[in-house]
């Protein structure tokens, strides 16, 4: 038995705990709703507290846990990724709240016009990256050295988690609309070093990059990939 993500055949909102879980090290296995019935199943199961989804299923306890961002610092809390601090708790908080407002056209690339969709992401990239960079840069000012580069604190939190997630989420978002041009989808980190070098550091981590060689990994929903997505979302909630 293990821990079970469920969802649909897609990121959606999923996919911030999708990260969540493995950098903490919490194994866990995808289940995908494919039809209404079994999304009405599920709903009848008592196990969704507001009635959708991502949920997961705590193995160990039973618990059946809703809502992405509750899953994200259930995690957290569990991989001991959430600060050493009462204050540096908050400081994380902050920071995935932060993203949350930040991320809201990556969620929507596949139901919406991809370049209009793309240019409303990057509105919000001008808007909340230089807090984000500003906030990493304060940490590195305020914190005795360490090897590493970090939101909060000296070591790896849930904040970087998803730093690192929004910027790799972009960086595909960038490749999808400009016919994988790396270039295009690179240069948009220049004015950020830091959270570069962030992004960077996350990705090296063993967990991450098992993960994405995973069938817990699931490709950015552009073209074919969203198309099959969206249809998936549609056909479960009898769209």
Known sequence: MTNKLYYFRGRGT????????????????????????EFDALKQSGKLTYGQVPMLEDDESGRCISQSLTIVRHAARLGKLYGVTF????RIDEILDGIKDARGAIVAFPFSDAHKTCQRHMNAVARYF??????????????APSNGVFAVGASLTIADVLLAELVDSTIEMLQATHDNDERVASSFLHPYPRLRALHAQVLA??????????????????GRVGREYVTNVNTVMRR
Do not use: H
């Open 205 to 222: 981590l063993p967990t991450i990059k098992s993960f994405k060689a995973s069938p817990n990994w699931m490709s950015f929903p552009a």
């Open 14 to 37: 999923s996919q911030q705990a999708r990260w969540a879980l493995t950098a903490a090290n919490i194994p866990f296995e995808s289940v995908y709703m494919s039809s209404p019935e």
């Open 130 to 143: 230089p807090c984000f960079e500003a906030i990493v840069e304060r940490n590195i000012a305020g914190t």
């Open 87 to 90: 204050d540096e708790a908050t």
